[in-house]
């Protein structure tokens, strides 16, 4: 397979780049290193693309030549997108539609899209499946959200097989604990690791579906063959809901770190409660889940104590 990972120097980028090669496909990468890293993809046999997801022609110039798309390029974060909108909906929209247009222009044979449970909002229907009603709190959310539409929608006009995969709340190594828009699982972690009170925003009962970021990678490379994919938006996730209280406990035996957390008031746009229902995946992919989650969070912590000791 000829792949172009879109945001392959990101976390979950750069582990699919990785398992992409190992497979023996031939990998290029396009990413605008905004938040990604060069280190993530140092020494790989990548053809690297330096370029914006809001440039046609970078995309353009990306695609060409590929069979399969992985769109993992995107401005993240919930915060982020509340301070500035426009910019997370003109990467994570138009820049879709970039890489829709593109992979006609190509003739491309599939893409196959990162999208969020972020566009599930705050519904009591739980677990999330992936026919109930969408509604999104925040401008990321929104914008993933209408991606999502776009590729679902313009695959068949287009004539791309194009699929969705709603990834929970993914973890693990390679994941940015510096930004200030950090996850939850590398804030905790570095922040146990300098010995601090790790802050809990809301009163930790706030649950959601934690997935290392290995069990993603494998749905991910699974829905670029899978036949039944097309047309489809998938959950991707563990199938387990854990709350934030929990995941500090767990992290504390990992770590073997004891502070009790600081609790501060919830952020706007902030999911209440999140789990997914993985049955689709398990019947369309044949996915399975591998990494369980105290296992990906002793790698996550390892890989983590390690480059805190450099």
């Given at each position: 397979m000829n792949a172009?990972v879109?945001g392959?120097?990101?976390f979950?980028?750069s582990?699919l ?6 497979r ?8 605008n290193m905004?938040?990604?890293h ?5 020494g790989l046999?990548?053809?690297f693309v ?8 970078r995309?353009s110039?990306a695609?060409?030549g ?5 769109h993992?390029g995107?401005l ?6 509340i ?14 539609l970039?890489?829709?247009l ?11 899209f990162?999208s ?10 739980m ?11 925040s401008p990321?959310a ?5 991606a999502?539409?776009?590729?679902i ?5 287009y ?10 709340n ?9 930004s200030?828009?950090?996850?939850v699982?590398p804030r ?7 010995g ?6 809301g009163?930790?009962?706030a649950?959601?579906?934690f ?7 494998d749905?991910?490379i699974?829905?670029?063959?899978a036949?039944?994919a097309?047309g ?6 563990m199938g387990?809901?854990?709350t ?14 004891s502070q009790a957390?600081v609790?501060?008031?919830?952020r706007?746009?902030?999911v209440?409660d ?8 398990r ?9 369980d989650f105290?296992?990906g ?12 000791a450099?």
């Amino acid at each position: 397979m000829n792949a172009l990972v879109t945001g392959g120097a990101g976390f979950i980028g750069s582990h699919l780049v990785r398992a992409l090669l190992d497979r023996g496909d031939a990998v290029r990468v396009l990413d605008n290193m905004s938040t990604g890293h060069a280190a993530n993809v140092a020494g790989l046999d990548v053809d690297f693309v330096e370029g914006d997801l809001r440039s046609y022609e970078r995309v353009s110039t990306a695609v060409r030549g590929t069979d399969a798309i992985f769109h993992l390029g995107a401005l993240p974060s919930v915060p982020r997108s509340i301070q500035d909108p426009l910019t997370s909906n003109a990467v994570n929209v138009e820049g879709t539609l970039n890489v829709l247009l593109a992979a006609r222009d190509a003739g491309v044979r599939r893409i196959v899209f990162a999208s969020s449970s972020s566009i599930y909002g705050q519904s009591p229907d739980m677990p999330r499946t992936e026919t109930q009603r969408l509604a999104p709190l925040s401008p990321y959310a929104v914008s993933k959200m209408a991606a999502e539409q776009y590729v679902i929608a313009l695959g068949p006009v287009y004539g791309v097989e194009t699929t969705a995969l709603r990834y929970f709340n993914v973890f693990g190594e390679r994941q940015d604990a510096l930004s200030g828009y950090a996850a939850v699982i590398p804030r905790f972690i570095r922040t146990m690791l300098a010995g601090e009170r790790p802050t809990v925003f809301g009163d930790g009962s706030a649950s959601r579906d934690f997935t290392h970021v290995a069990n993603v990678v494998d749905a991910t490379i699974a829905a670029a063959a899978a036949p039944g994919a097309p047309g489809l938006a998938i959950n991707v996730a563990m199938g387990q809901q854990r709350t934030v209280n929990e995941l500090v406990d767990a992290l504390g035996e990992v770590t073997g770190a004891s502070q009790a957390p600081v609790y501060a008031e919830p952020r706007l746009g902030d999911v209440k409660d999140s789990v997914a229902d993985i049955s689709r995946a398990r019947e369309v992919l044949g996915y399975e889940p591998k990494v369980d989650f105290v296992s990906g969070l002793r790698r996550t912590f390892d890989w983590l104590a390690a480059r805190a000791a450099d």
